[in-house]
């Protein structure tokens, strides 16, 4: 649980005075559309209640002083000094404001004093909920006037350029433009973004977001792999990206390499999986979006071959213990699983996998329900 109190004491501790005030940024999780953005598909996230809060305020030397509650260290930096690639935790702060600052956008010193409650590396975005989080506080501390999308921009150069990691938009759009009771539909090549109504608690879901606690093994190099595959193929087809094929069959019967065609069968069927959850949602037909959760997993179980034993137990798992529908959610390897439940039927069911994972032998997986909650903002 988040303490604003301890994160104020802390400030008062750093700074020797009160914040200016409190912003938020929320971890995310992609309800389904994976391994699509690359393909300039579509993703349909939403945002978590859980979230990286900011205490924040101006400071009148020349300095970014930053400190996580939950490691207990401080940085400091030279707002002049901010180099990209310096790496650590501290990069995801620090990123955003050289961001700002290569963007064109005047900022002064500050301290930012951080805690959050996003899981780390567990595919819930942490990183991004601290982006979004710092562009909130600097936007206001500083009076910039920049627009949801563009500010989510800032996030993501902040990882791409300044942290070092090569991500798309997804998580810093989720984080920075979602909505409580509505998800985000995301069209990756044009980066238009709808809001979808999912009014979840409204219509007696919950979400339940298990963390299987895998180690994550050898993901960059099967991701690698994957993007290659679908460079290879749309090459082969002759289309910019596979988010062009039209017509799966023709475009199978194209592809002479097994592999090829798995991996192309899972992108367009994804992509044509995340446009119907945008229909169905829109239409506030919420219960059917549990078979293209099902379907959706099958296809990354199956075609695209990026689960693991401890995923797949888990949403089987889920699924015999009354979840309408279940899928692994993020890059994959490893991760968490989301299984769509009727309201307070969540813990039960993870209960139940929790269960199975021990008579597997596997570690104890960590888990939490929730619904759709709001955007990166101001907390107080
Ligand atoms: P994910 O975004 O999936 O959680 P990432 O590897 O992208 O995983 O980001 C995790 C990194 O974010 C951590 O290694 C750490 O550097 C940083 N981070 C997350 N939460 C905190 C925190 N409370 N304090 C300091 N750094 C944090
Ligand atoms: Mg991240």
């Given at each position: 649980?988040?303490?604003?109190?301890?994160?104020?004491?802390?400030?008062?501790?750093?700074?020797?005075?009160?914040?200016?005030?409190?912003?938020?940024?929320?971890?995310?999780?992609?309800?389904?559309?994976?391994?699509?953005?690359?393909?300039?598909?579509?993703?349909?996230p939403?945002?978590?209640?859980?979230?990286?809060?900011?205490a924040?305020g101006r400071?009148?030397?020349?300095?970014?002083?930053?400190?996580s509650?939950?490691?207990?260290?401080r940085?400091?930096?030279?707002?002049?000094?901010?180099e990209?690639?310096?790496?650590g935790?501290?990069?995801?702060?620090?990123?955003?404001v050289?961001?700002?600052?290569?963007?064109?956008h005047t900022?002064?010193?500050?301290?930012l004093?951080?805690?959050?409650?996003?899981?780390?590396?567990?595919?819930l975005?942490?990183?991004?909920?601290?982006?979004?989080?710092?562009?909130?506080a600097?936007c206001?501390?500083?009076?910039?006037?920049?627009?949801?999308?563009?500010?989510a921009?800032?996030?993501?150069?902040?990882?791409?350029?300044?942290?070092?990691?090569?991500?798309?938009?997804?998580?810093?759009?989720?984080?920075?433009?979602?909505?409580?009771d509505?998800?985000?539909?995301l069209?990756?090549?044009?980066?238009?973004?709808?809001?979808?109504?999912?009014p979840?608690?409204?219509?007696?879901?919950?979400?339940?977001?298990?963390?299987?606690?895998?180690?994550?093994?050898?993901?960059?190099?099967?991701?690698?792999?994957?993007?290659?595959?679908?460079?290879?193929?749309a090459?082969?087809?002759?289309?910019p990206?596979?988010r062009?094929?039209?017509?799966?069959?023709?475009?199978?019967?194209?592809?002479?390499?097994?592999?090829?065609?798995?991996?192309?069968?899972?992108?367009?069927?994804?992509?044509?999986?995340?446009?119907?959850?945008?229909?169905?949602?829109r239409?506030?037909?919420?219960?059917?979006l549990?078979?293209?959760?099902?379907?959706?997993?099958a296809?990354?179980?199956?075609?695209?071959?990026?689960?693991?034993?401890?995923?797949?137990?888990?949403?089987?798992?889920a699924?015999?213990?009354?979840?309408?529908?279940?899928?692994?959610?993020?890059?994959?390897?490893?991760?968490?699983?989301?299984?769509?439940?009727?309201?307070?039927a969540?813990?039960?069911?993870?209960?139940?996998?929790?269960?199975?994972?021990?008579?597997?032998?596997?570690?104890?997986?960590?888990?939490?329900t929730?619904?759709?909650?709001?955007?990166?903002?101001?907390?107080?």
């Open positions: 649980m988040l303490d604003p109190e301890s994160l104020r004491t802390a400030y008062v501790e750093i700074a020797g005075g009160e914040p200016e005030g409190l912003w938020f940024g929320p971890g995310r999780v992609n309800l389904i559309g994976e391994h699509t953005d690359y393909n300039d598909g579509f993703v349909l939403f945002a978590l209640e859980k979230k990286a809060v900011v924040a400071r009148s030397d020349d300095l970014l002083v930053m400190y509650l939950e490691l207990q260290e940085v400091e930096v030279p707002l002049a000094g901010l990209p690639g310096t790496g935790w501290s990069g995801y702060l620090a990123g955003v050289w961001a700002l600052q290569v963007s064109g900022v002064g010193p500050a301290t004093v951080l805690t959050s409650d996003v899981p780390l590396g567990a595919g975005s942490s990183s991004a909920a601290i982006e979004c989080a710092v562009v909130a600097m206001d501390l500083y009076d910039l006037d920049i627009e949801p999308m563009d500010r921009k800032i996030a993501r150069l902040a990882e791409n350029s300044y942290v070092g990691a090569p991500t798309g938009l997804l998580d810093q759009a989720a984080s920075t433009l979602c909505e409580e509505f998800g985000l539909f069209d990756c090549r044009s980066l238009e973004a709808v809001h979808v109504p999912l979840m608690a409204e219509q007696g879901f919950e979400m339940l977001v298990l963390d299987t606690k895998t180690p994550h093994s050898h993901v960059d190099g099967e991701y690698g792999a994957r993007r290659r595959s679908c460079e290879e193929a090459a082969i087809l002759g289309i990206a596979l062009d094929v039209t017509d799966l069959d023709d475009a199978l019967s194209r592809l002479d390499d097994e592999v090829l065609r798995k991996r192309v069968r899972h992108v367009v069927s994804e992509n044509s999986r995340t446009l119907e959850a945008y229909e169905v949602a239409e506030g037909r919420l219960a059917e549990a078979p293209l959760l099902d379907a959706s997993h296809s990354m179980r199956d075609d695209y071959e990026i689960t693991v034993d401890t995923v797949d137990l888990a949403v089987d798992t699924r015999a213990a009354g979840a309408l529908g279940a899928r692994m959610t993020g890059g994959g390897f490893g991760g968490c699983i989301i299984a769509l439940c009727r309201t307070g969540g813990d039960s069911i993870a209960g139940r996998i929790a269960d199975a994972f021990n008579e597997a032998g596997h570690g104890r997986p960590e888990w939490f929730a619904t759709p909650a709001e955007g990166a903002g101001r907390l107080s």
